[in-house]
């Protein structure tokens, strides 16, 4: 039996957790926390987990920024479960929607007060530590659930993409073999646990013996990070490009000298900014990773070339090459491969791609294939390969937005503002605003009328990135000659 | 611009941006106390009161931003 997750993963943070007990592992709320008292917690949360009655091995925790959370996810992993992320300010219909679709019957939860009444809730920090229980269990298979993460669904329901431990192995491997870590960096992790770049920032520092920052989730988080860097010297950070779009008119004030890997991930990178970002982190090598959830975290590299020009399309940088053992095709629609140069949809394979999304067969036959017997995800992302190999990201083939790295259904918020608006037409558009970020329109067809019970409605469903920020009355919606809903015309309203 | 007016201006900017014409600044209101105010909607604030009162903040300043207070009292600073 493959178990490389035990070894690779489990037993390497168990390995820094003895070799370094003096050493911090994590700094939250700038708190610090040694690596004694991360196995300490961890074994405090598995202890009670090994005298808890609980059925299913996905079990919901509530993505706190404390060390008990973080704990909570290793003492999972070593007692063979999957973590399932619940965020304490999601809508709660939104949580209670997740807790059904995957039949939770255990919660982990930090909360001073839980919000969660009719499941079983273990509270983490309400439990002492008293004896170390960190040995895994023995017999897990890979093909165990590492972590199953919720993202938007264009029907309305959040859809749960399911990680194996294999899948996460896998990127741990391909991961260390092009960026080296070891006890001396200080790690950003700057990602809501309910999104998978947070788990390369908090896994890779803890299996090189490194010391995790997080931000705390009531600061702002962009200026928060524009402080951080230079007050505790990070080395290596894994960021949303927008986090630097926002910070580029300061620029000129921030040290960021101690950067020795800067990465991007979850949007489209530009080149302009990136070239002005080389600037201020003059000793980083900076990368542009792409990956959807789909295909474990991230799965290809792009190294900012601060010497010579760039490979990028519409300002866009390349997202470059597959890591190890990563499968990536541009395959037009009759899944033929694509010419360099031709433009198609990306496709991707390997050792790090979901068996699937959790029950949920219709949407499986629509995202994956089988062709000469490889499986391959249909990413929905346009692209294009050079002569190098380098890929070209030109944009989305549905309906799809990231909004602040966050993946967003346009369908969702359109189902939910239909549903609150009853007859009404509903459309909504993503469009780059004047600081080239992304934002999202919506237009009603309709008078103008007040938007403040919308916005509150649409605020019980959906976290608040979905809610779009632009709102546009139109008494008839302009058709195209095909008769739709003539979305060019609706989003040239928005400039 | 006396400290009023100021109140007056950031009221009508914290309508537009958070989309909520019942908003009433307090000195104590934090980022919990307003339904749409998040890190993304915090920096559209920010570049939109820039805008407004024709001021710069520096990034250590806007640390220190934690309540509606304040920032009418760092604008108020500004414009002196």
Redesign the interface.
Known sequence: MDNSFSSEVLLSVLDKISRFPTRNAFCIDEEHYTYAQFGQCVSKVRSQLTKTNYSNTKVGLVINDDLETYAAIFALWMEGDCYVPLHPDWPMERCLDICEQVELDLVLDSSEKSRYENVQVLKTSELEYTVDCLEPKQGVSDDELAYILFTSGSTGKPKGVQLSRKNLASFIDAFFDIYPMDENDRCLQCFDLTFDLSIMSYLAPLLRGACVYTVPP???????I??LIEDVQLTFALMAP?TIK??R??FD??DCTSLKHSLFCGEALHEDVTKAWSECAMNAVIDNVYGPTEDTIFCSTYRFNRASNNKSHNGVLSIGKPMKNCGMVIFDEQHNECAVGEMGELCLSGPQLTMGYYKNDEKNKESFFVKDGVRWYRSGDLCYKDKDGDIMYSGRLDHQAK??GFRVELGEIEFHAKKYLGDKNVVCIAFDNK?G?TEIAIFIESEEF???EL??YM?TKMP??M?P?R?FFVPVFPLNANDKTDKVKLKAMIQ | MNRNEIIEKTTAIFHEIF????IVLRDDMT??DV??W???????MI?RVEEVFGI?F???E??KLKMVGDLISTIEVKLS
């Open positions: 009531d600061e702002i988080k962009y200026t928060y524009g402080s927008s926002y910070l008119p300061y004030e921030m909004i602040q600081d970020l007040n938007t403040n916005i509150a605020n608040s990135y809610i920020k709102f | 989309k909520d014409d019942t980022a919990a339904e749409n998040d890190s993304l909607t915090h920096m559209l570049t710069k520096k990034l250590k806007l640390n």
